[in-house]
């Protein structure tokens, strides 16, 4: 393997390109902003993001997106899932015609309701067996120290998924592949915006037993919507389903559940966006997987009721009124 481009400086790309690193990948990251690059090209540190944490020697930096991905056989898209259909027009002149893409993004796209692979074909202009999934309980602090976590690659190309799947194992970092696309696209969205009301409920001490419910009612509706677009009902149950829900639901790294948390405590949405600093992907994905689940006439109760919180005003105790007044039914 000639290098890996990881397009993205911020916390997950970081994190990600720090195990490919640590499994014997040369790795070049992709930054906008020239400070981010020098300091990890200059003194192996991401000065914005873990700066307490030392990269592997292959690791390096550039504000030239061309130069990261000229000759990479794999190139990483850590960028925010809004962005990347903007960011890949830039690129795709520069990627090999052969290189496997890697999506690290957990959003649907606003206006289009695509998954984030599906943007990719469109945007990068290349074949859906071209583009790699990794999605799982993934947080970017703990990895960054090398703390143990497992996750999952997803491709239809199970040659692609290998490659993939090499070129992060670690002592660390246990990968697991899967063909199911859709299911690791869709736990990996929904499970941000079941995040947001897991934050809320707990920052209005409402208990264990509803954010036990929020969860498992939660992966319900994840499962029912993916279901609905063909994905295998059995990936939610696995690492890029539950494990991913439960992971960002329940740590205090999550920046959807932080940002729910301020939502809980009266803070307006603008106000949690100041203070969380960095993007909650379930704020803005929370309006397109609404749209995406009436499209496709799916009842996502708890996704609804998150949109309305984030995008509507509504107070959220009034959106738990609704939830937990809905009529009764079976599970």
């Known amino acids: 393997m000639s290098h890996v481009a990881v397009l993205g400086a911020g916390s997950w790309g970081t994190a990600f390109a720090k195990v490919l690193g640590d499994a014997g990948r040369d790795v070049t990251i992709w930054s906008r902003r020239a400070a981010v690059a020098a300091g990890i090209r200059d ?3 991401n000065p914005d993001y873990f700066p307490e944490v030392r990269l592997p020697e292959r690791v390096t930096a550039t504000v030239d997106a061309g130069t990261a ?3 990479a056989e794999i190139v990483v898209l850590a960028v925010p899932s809004q962005t990347l259909r903007g960011n890949l027009a830039e690129w795709r002149s520069s990627l090999d015609s052969d290189a496997t893409l890697v999506s690290l993004m957990k959003g649907i796209e606003l206006g289009t309701t695509k998954r984030m692979s599906e943007v990719v074909v469109e945007a990068a202009g290349v074949p859906s067996d071209r583009v790699v999934v990794v999605s799982g309980p993934n947080l970017a602090p703990e990895l960054a120290v090398g703390l143990p976590a497992a996750t ?5 190309d199970m040659r692609r998924a290998t490659l993939v799947q090499g070129a992060i194992t670690t002592p660390y970092m246990r990968p697991y ?5 859709i299911g690791a696209e869709l736990g990996g969205a929904v499970k941000n915006v079941i995040a947001l009301a897991y934050g809320i409920a707990e920052a209005m001490g409402l208990g264990d037993n509803l954010k036990a419910t929020l969860i ?3 992966l319900a509706e994840t499962a029912r919507l993916g279901v609905a677009l063909g994905a295998d009902p059995l990936t939610f149950a696995g690492l890029s389903g539950l494990g991913d829900l439960v992971g960002t639901c329940h740590s205090h790294f999550s920046r959807n559940r932080t940002f729910g ?3 809980g405590r009266g803070e307006t949405l603008e106000q949690a966006q100041a203070a969380v600093g960095q993007t909650a992907e379930g704020v803005k994905s929370c309006l397109a997987i609404r749209d995406l689940a009436r499209k496709n006439d799916v ?5 609804e009721q998150v949109e309305r919180v984030c995008h509507e005003g509504a107070d959220p105790r009034e959106a738990l009124t609704i939830l937990m007044t809905r009529t009764t039914k079976a599970e």
Do not use: K, W
């Open 43 to 45: 003194h192996g540190r």
């Open 216 to 218: 498992t009612r939660g």
């Open 69 to 71: 991905i000229a000759g």
């Open 152 to 156: 999952v690659v997803a491709g239809t």
């Open 261 to 263: 948390e301020r939502l």
């Open 177 to 181: 592949t899967n063909d199911d696309v």
């Open 299 to 303: 009842e996502m109760p708890i996704t």
